[in-house]
C-alpha cells in the first residue's frame, strides 16, 4: 500500500480494512448486538442505531435509556453527549482526507459520519502514504468496509446470543475492552 501508484483506492482502502481493523470491530459490535437482543430491542431498531450513531459509548447509551424508556431528549442528550469525544477525531483527519482545498459540507459530514477510532487511527497512520487525490476514496472504502464489519458482528451477536449458554452471554460484553486493549499493543 505504500506505493505512489495506487491505481485502485476503493480495493485497497477495502484490503486494509480486512483483517483486524474488520475482525476487530465485528466482535465489538457482536457483543452490542448480544446486549440487544438480551434487553428486548428489535433487530431494525439495532441496525439503525448501528449505522445512525455509529459510536459504541453512544450505542451503549442509547440501549440504557430505549430499556428504561426514559424519553427522546434523555436519548439525544445521552447520545449527543456519549459523542462529543468524536470531534476532535474528526477535527484532525478530515482535512488529511481532503481532494479539494476548502470545506464541502455534505461531502465532509459524510465522512464525518463514518469516522470511528478505527478509522481516525488509521487515517493518522497511513494519509501520508496515499496520494492525495486518491484518499478520499481510499479512506471511504476503508470506512465502509469496517462499519459493515461491525453491522455483521452486531446483526452475528443479535442472532447469535440465543445459542449461548446463559451463564456465557454476559462475557460477550468483554469482547469490547478486549479489542480496545488489542489495537493498542
Given at each position: 500500500?505504500?506505493?505512489?501508484?495506487?491505481?485502485?483506492?476503493?480495493?485497497?482502502?477495502?484490503?486494509?480494512?480486512?483483517?483486524?481493523?474488520?475482525?476487530?470491530?465485528?466482535?465489538a459490535l457482536a457483543s452490542f448486538g448480544a446486549l440487544t437482543e438480551t434487553v428486548g430491542l428489535e433487530l431494525w431498531m439495532m441496525i439503525a442505531s448501528v449505522?445512525?450513531?455509529?459510536?459504541?459509548?453512544?450505542?451503549?447509551a442509547f440501549n440504557e435509556i430505549m430499556v428504561t424508556m426514559s424519553g427522546v431528549w434523555a436519548m439525544a442528550v445521552?447520545?449527543?453527549?456519549?459523542?462529543?469525544?468524536?470531534?476532535?477525531m474528526v477535527v484532525t483527519a478530515i482535512p488529511m482526507v481532503r481532494t479539494q482545498p476548502g470545506i464541502r459540507w455534505g461531502a465532509d459530514l459524510a465522512l464525518a459520519q463514518f469516522m470511528s477510532p478505527t478509522t481516525w487511527?488509521?487515517?493518522?497512520?497511513?494519509?501520508?502514504q496515499v496520494p492525495l487525490e486518491l484518499r478520499r476514496r481510499y479512506f471511504v472504502a476503508f470506512s465502509v468496509t469496517v462499519l459493515t464489519a461491525a453491522l455483521?458482528?452486531?446483526?452475528a451477536g443479535y442472532f447469535?446470543?440465543?445459542?449461548?449458554?446463559?451463564?456465557?452471554?454476559p462475557a460477550l460484553l468483554l469482547?469490547?475492552?478486549l479489542y480496545l486493549v488489542l489495537i493498542m499493543l
Open positions: 500500500m505504500n506505493t505512489p501508484h495506487m491505481t485502485h483506492p476503493c480495493w485497497a482502502g477495502l484490503k486494509a480494512a480486512l483483517g483486524m481493523p474488520a475482525m476487530g470491530l465485528f466482535c449505522l445512525l450513531i455509529w459510536s459504541m459509548p453512544a450505542l451503549m445521552a447520545v449527543a453527549f456519549a459523542n462529543i469525544r468524536n470531534v476532535p487511527v488509521h487515517i493518522l497512520i497511513t494519509s501520508e455483521l458482528g452486531a446483526v447469535g446470543v440465543r445459542y449461548l449458554p446463559r451463564a456465557v452471554q469482547l469490547t475492552p
